[in-house]
């Protein structure tokens, strides 16, 4: 078995504890022995250019040959990570283990995001892996709150009905409990809290062979409200899991039939669980086979890197983060609290109509302690760099509100990381790193010197 790799495929820039729990669990499953130590991402160099592959030091097991991470990308609804246990690196016809769902967010902070909003992406995968293990991992960073909504231990029994296993949670498995039957769904539903007048409820109903589901969808001119997109999902197919043959029909929905696209990722797990909408034909969608692909385009590929560089190879740190298609971070204080950054300098001015009032957040925020420096990232891809410079100017909100009021004393640094294109020079003064597609590690003129350490250090690493 030594000859087979744990192969790790993310959307998200992998952090060392959730990777951690990966391993942890992946090794309990199989009841194979294991150490772990301090989990390390280090990015695979050959001859001193990135090969796209980070590998995991410091697990051990005598049946894994090596751990690998790769960035890749869905086509829709993707989980955050798929694990593939196989000597070769995975491709589309091979088979996961696992696919997991990572959020930070308790239902403390918000209890819809944290029962129903990623709940579709387990429904989604069914199109292509129905035999997965399917996962929630809750990396929370705040405290836990003692009492849960009841809209978290509604969502969560239907994710427990779907066969999702909970890790990272305590859950009282009094309560906690998968649903026996749609008799059982719909009474608990009804029994919940009704929502504040104006907002359209989730309200199930059963007459004769047909269920009616309740819920608005249309937002910002289309079918697009994530929260009922997973609440609404996750109703259904709980639904069917258990049995239910008759219509499933969605109503209060909002849309119009213009609204109602083949390609939308609704309307797939619409087509997949027969529901049908008031007043409107459900198209058809098209099945692709391909769930997912490796990343080669998005400027994440040159801020993850950099971010995991600096994490690995320094003693600096991240203390903010909103990778382009990944989850937004909190910002951890001086102090070492995780708090969540505001949209607005002033909500009131913004919802009268003044979108100047909306603070532009940076895709990263290092932190150099050793020379009292904080470096404000914006990622682009290299085409787009010109772009990323002008938006360095716009970070002056979030710097006044949060940086100086939790580290007053440090050097505030604006620079950009580019992924993309074959150059091995950087002429913009701006620009501090270029990843580009051929691997090439490129500094900029006027690089951070953490930026120079960490590269300095890793090509040693590698040398």
Known sequence: MKNKHLWILTEERPKQEVIANILTMFAKDHKFACFI???????????GKFSFLYEVAGF?????????????????????????????QPTQRDIPLYAIEETKIDDKESRNTGAYQRASKFVFIDYYYPKVKKMMLYNLQITQKEVPTATYIFGTRLLLTLGVAILGKKLDSKIFQPFRSVDEIIALKGAMRKAHKGNIPILIKKVGDKITVSGRLYKSDGLAHDPNIGALSLVCAAIRK???KGEIIITKHGLKQAHIQPNNKFIKIANRLGLKFDRLSVPASPKSDAYWKYETEGEKLGTIFIHLVIENFTKGYSIFENH???????????????????????????????????????????????RSEIINIEGKKYQFRQNGIKELKGFSD??????????????????????GGTETKIIEIKVGFLLNENGDLV???????????AIKNLLDFWS
């Not at 130590?37 to 001859?47: A, H, V």
């Not at 500094?443 to 350490?453: Q, T, V, Y």
């Open 37 to 47: 130590d301090t989990i390390r991402i280090l990015p695979i160099l050959e001859n």
């Open 60 to 88: 051990r097991s005598n049946k894994i040959g090596k751990v690998f991470i790769k960035s890749v990308s869905g086509f829709s609804s993707f989980v955050d990570f798929l694990i593939f246990y196989q000597e070769k």
């Open 242 to 244: 258990l049995g239910w």
């Open 324 to 370: 382009a298609g990944c989850e937004k971070g909190y910002f951890i204080t001086s102090e070492g609290k995780h708090i969540p950054l505001e949209k607005y300098s002033d909500r009131k001015a913004y919802k009268a109509g003044n979108k100047n009032k909306i603070i532009s957040i940076p895709d990263l925020i290092l932190i150099d302690f050793g």
């Open 398 to 419: 979030i710097e006044k509100t949060y940086i100086k009021e939790y580290y007053p004393k440090f050097k505030i640094t604006r620079t950009v990381v580019l992924y």
């Open 443 to 453: 500094l900029g003129i006027k690089a951070p010197k953490l930026f120079r350490e």
